[in-house]
Each structure stands twice: as structure tokens, then as C-alpha cells.
């Protein structure tokens, strides 16, 4: 079984719609991330949590929310869709003091139309 | 701010061919430097690292040494396969911190 694992895999919305990206890990990790991939431009943190009471915003966190509802669940949400949202997203997660390598789901292809 | 430059892509060799990307890193600090591969449709994943200068990771073949006087990490292959096809990014973190800063990734393909 996957370490990582997100759900939906694939989504397609509407614009101003309310969605909700979740994100599972049975690593036992304390830290966890959420990206965003699109071409040509690589991937972009959103928001990072190094435990379940810290929540910090990354390079690009406008537009979207997180919760982490436990040690192993992180949640991006995205309040009101937008067509400039649609990107592949990736969960990821590290151990401290793993030497910061961190350890990604499958991604979850998210379109708005 | 720190960043990370990639050779654009993609790369196309034929197979056994020799394989170099480049890339380059701005850090504030000491870095740490990673490649990392994702292969179609999947997520990333760790290829190989290092953490201080001249260290040298390797992997499936693949090499990179951390040459802190030209601030790279190129990624090397002497003989690259069919399945080497992929996207593959550099990455660096400080010291101290776990986020990743990314390359924009270069795309490999490679021909029978």
C-alpha cells in the first residue's frame, strides 16, 4: 500500500465552486506539504506544516486554505474555484531530521472550467 | 531569495547515450541539494542527494557532485535506458528547514 496517498485522484469543477483536496500518510511523519505543479514552472510550495498545530503559508498560498486534521491527514481546500487553479497538486511529507527529503503522493489532476 | 536553475528541456537521447542536466543553485547558506524523478504519472520521487560540498550522491547509475566554487549539481548518466525517460528536478533546502525550492524540471526522453 501506498505511503502517500490523495484523494480524488482526478477532479474537474466549476468555477466558484468549493473543493477540497485530502491527503493521507502512513509514514508517521510530523511534517507534511501541499504543491502545485504546472508546466514549465515546476513545483510551487502552498502551504507546510510541521506538526498539527503549526500551519504555515508557502510561496503561493492565495486562494487556498489547508487544515490538518491529524499527525497523518492534511487537507488543501480551494474556497472559490478558479480556472488559474487548474494544476497538478501533490501532497508530500518528511520525518525531522530525515535530511529534509521529503516523500510525495501521486497527485490529484484538478481542473476548473 | 534562494533559487535553483535548471537546463530547459526536453532532452532527447538515443539509448546507451551519455547524459548531463544542469543545474545551478543561489542559497544564502550551506544547502542541501537533491535530485528527484517523476516519471509519467506519478509523483516525485528521491533520486539521489548530498549535503555538503564535494559530496557526491548516486543512484540507479546516476551521479551528481555538489561543487560549491560554481554553486552546481549536475546530474550525470553514462548510459541512459528507455525507462530514464522522465521529469527530473533539482532541489535545494537550507539547513535547519525541510521546504524544498525546486527547479522547473527537465523532461528526458530517450530512443531505442
Known amino acids: 500500500d501506498a505511503d502517500v496517498t490523495q484523494t480524488p485522484r482526478n477532479r474537474i469543477t466549476k468555477t466558484g465552486k468549493r473543493i477540497m483536496l485530502e491527503c493521507s500518510q502512513t509514514?508517521?511523519?510530523?511534517?507534511m506539504y501541499w504543491y502545485r505543479q504546472d508546466p514549465g514552472l515546476g513545483l510551487r510550495l502552498i502551504y507546510y506544516?510541521?506538526?498539527?498545530?503549526?500551519?504555515n503559508k508557502g510561496e503561493i498560498s492565495d486562494g487556498y486554505s489547508v487544515s490538518r486534521q491529524a499527525q497523518a491527514k492534511f487537507s488543501l481546500s480551494l474556497e472559490s474555484a478558479i480556472p488559474n487553479q487548474t494544476a497538478l497538486y501533490f501532497c508530500?511529507?518528511?520525518?525531522f531530521g530525515g535530511g529534509n527529503e521529503q516523500f510525495f503522493g501521486p497527485g490529484t489532476r484538478l481542473t476548473v472550467l | 531569495g534562494d533559487s535553483v536553475t535548471q537546463m530547459e528541456g526536453p532532452v532527447t537521447l538515443s539509448e546507451e547515450a551519455f547524459l548531463t542536466i544542469n543545474c545551478t543553485y543561489t542559497?544564502?547558506?550551506?544547502?542541501?541539494l537533491f535530485w528527484y524523478v517523476q516519471y509519467p504519472g506519478e509523483g516525485l520521487q528521491l533520486l539521489l542527494k548530498?549535503?555538503?560540498?564535494?559530496d557526491k550522491g548516486s543512484n540507479k547509475g546516476f551521479e551528481a557532485t555538489y561543487r560549491k566554487e560554481t554553486t552546481s549539481f549536475h546530474l550525470e548518466k553514462g548510459s541512459v535506458q528507455v525507462s530514464d525517460s522522465a521529469v527530473y528536478f533539482c532541489?535545494?533546502?537550507?539547513?535547519?528547514?525541510?521546504?524544498?525550492?525546486f527547479g522547473k524540471g527537465t523532461m528526458l526522453l530517450v530512443s531505442p
Open positions: 509514514k508517521g511523519h510530523d511534517r
Open positions: 532541489a535545494l533546502s537550507l539547513a535547519g528547514y525541510s521546504t524544498l525550492t
Open positions: 542559497a544564502t547558506g550551506y544547502p542541501s
Open positions: 508530500a511529507t518528511s520525518d
Open positions: 548530498a549535503t555538503k560540498a564535494d
Open positions: 506544516s510541521f506538526d498539527v498545530k503549526d500551519i
